[in-house]
């Protein structure tokens, strides 16, 4: 057995801070190797947000390879966190609630736990409005005047009734395999694995075919008239990309947690994690860029473009089949880990069903239609607002298990309310502290990307942090804690 393994004390399980879903995994149980690894991250890449990622940064004025290039640094750079996070999962078996104890306290850590969980929920609302979507398509194609329903929203609301009706049903299935139990979605995952990389690569020749080859869709130049146009997109772009698996960076632990060996964790997701991600959004590249050859116009969202095939057939098919595989990253992706960090707010009343109804509910109220209708909101409101969150989350974690505690946790007191992490009755305040100062700089832009706020409102140069709201928040918050606990443990070794 590694020497980097850890067995799990004794007692734990009769603490308030534990339930079975937040319990450490025990050395025998821990099962997943190389190959887990590289699967689970080419099942979550292959994704229809994945392509839509690729395909927005066409839509926003870049060429093939410039969109290539900014996901594959985007996902070098957040591979660097997902490793690190991920090394006290695999050395413990603790998932991401627990984790965030060592660092923010025993009761701290719902914070970080819960602000990971919305941006989940976020998640969860945006794939069932995918999948939805696509069930309205496809009833679309043989029943028309779904299309022609009365309205019974406002416009505010931003919703046609149509496509209201199969959101909810879609997101009523996904409440149901919640019911049912992880164990339901097993085959769901298994048909998601062969179909969907058979069905993008199906769309991939479709389009070399009709966009005359695949040269003329590459030769596409990019939008932007000088390199200033470029380099603005460029960064925030690139946070956008940093911000994408923002959320699978901090509570990798989850995951990892059932890992054979820091190999196996380490290499698993290196060798999958850029890979997957390039090729997938290549194939939405060179997608999105044949659409102008062929319709005369950029069509960024892949339910649209499956809409305008001529046959009812194929665009059922592959309707049904895009919900399919939707459900099935839903529930791996967005379920599991927001449930378990619900759970980690009252471990003896939440468990997994019902955190997977939590989140379920929030998805609907953040209204997900709004998120994706355009590829602006999809990238500048959404992925790089939350990374403003999570960055400086990452950060702190980092810093803790790495430089303050040198990779040496104390698993039992993770479980204890009076043990090493109980802190200020529960709370971290200075891992609360450099959290709150990390994220108060990308605040001004966030306001005036939402358009609260106008253009003259705050200096230039401080709404333009927001283009970089990841690394200013990781960077930022990691050197704050670093420096706040440091000083901090010289002054009570002074004491004593």
Not at 411 to 429: A, H, I, P, Q, S
């Amino acid at each position: 057995m590694s020497k980097h393994l850890v067995e799990i004390p004794e007692g734990i399980e009769n603490s308030s801070l534990y339930n079975e879903d937040l319990a450490p995994i025990s050395i025998a149980n821990r099962s997943w190797g190389i190959w887990n690894y590289s699967a689970l991250w080419i099942s979550m890449s292959l994704c229809i947000p994945t392509y839509m990622l690729a395909s927005s940064l066409i839509e926003e004025g870049m060429n093939w390879w410039q969109a290539i290039l900014t996901i594959l640094l985007g996902n070098l750079v957040v591979l660097i966190p997902m490793v690190l996070n991920g090394h006290a999962g695999a050395k413990y078996g603790i998932p991401f609630p627990v984790f965030a104890r060592a660092s923010f306290g025993v009761l701290g850590a719902n914070i970080p736990a819960i602000l990971r969980a919305i941006v989940a929920c976020g998640w969860f609302g945006i794939q069932t409005w995918i999948g939805g979507f696509s069930i309205y398509l496809m009833l679309k194609v043989w029943i028309p005047s779904i299309a022609t329903l009365p309205q019974i929203f406002p416009t505010w609301f931003g919703l046609e009734t149509g496509p209201a009706i199969t959101f909810v049903l879609f997101w009523l299935l996904n409440m149901l395999v919640v019911f049912l139990g992880i164990e339901s979605i097993k085959k769901l995952l298994t048909f998601k694995a062969f179909f969907l990389p058979l069905a993008a690569l199906a769309l991939l020749f479709w389009a070399i075919s009709a966009g005359n080859g695949l040269g003329p869709i590459l030769a596409q130049p990019s939008k932007f008239q000088t390199s200033a146009e470029f380099w603005n997109y460029f960064f925030p772009a690139l946070t956008g990309m940093v911000g994408f698996w923002a959320t699978l960076s901090l509570n990798i632990p989850d995951f990892t947690r059932y890992a054979k060996s820091q190999k196996a964790q380490v290499l698993g997701q290196v060798f999958a994690l850029p890979l997957s991600m390039t090729i997938f959004s290549f194939i939405g590249v060179v997608v999105t860029s044949a659409t102008f050859i062929i319709y005369g116009e950029t069509i960024w969202d892949p339910l649209v473009l499956a809409g305008k095939f001529e046959s009812k057939i194929l665009i059922s098919i592959a309707m049904i089949s895009i919900a399919i595989s939707t459900l099935a990253t839903n529930i791996a992706a967005n379920i599991v880990s927001p449930a378990n960090d619900f759970a980690n707010l009252a471990p003896k009343k939440i468990n997994f069903k019902v955190g997977g109804y939590i989140t379920g509910i929030i998805g609907l109220l953040i209204f997900p239609w709004k998120l994706i209708s355009d590829p602006t909101g999809y990238i500048y409101t959404w992925l790089v607002a939350y990374s403003a969150l999570l960055g400086p989350i990452g950060g702190i974690l980092i810093v803790d298990y790495f430089f303050i505690r040198k990779k040496n946790l104390n698993v039992k007191d993770l479980y204890e309310l009076k043990g090493e992490y109980t802190y200020f009755k529960g709370f971290n305040m200075l891992a609360i502290i450099a959290l709150v100062i990390a994220i108060v700089p990308n605040i001004p832009g966030f306001l005036f990307q939402i358009k609260a706020v106008g253009v003259n409102y705050f200096p230039i140069w401080l709404t333009d942090l927001y283009d970089f709201a990841w690394f200013i928040g990781f960077l930022l918050a990691g050197m704050i804690y670093y420096f706040m606990m440091n000083a901090f443990t010289k002054k009570l070794k002074t004491k004593i």
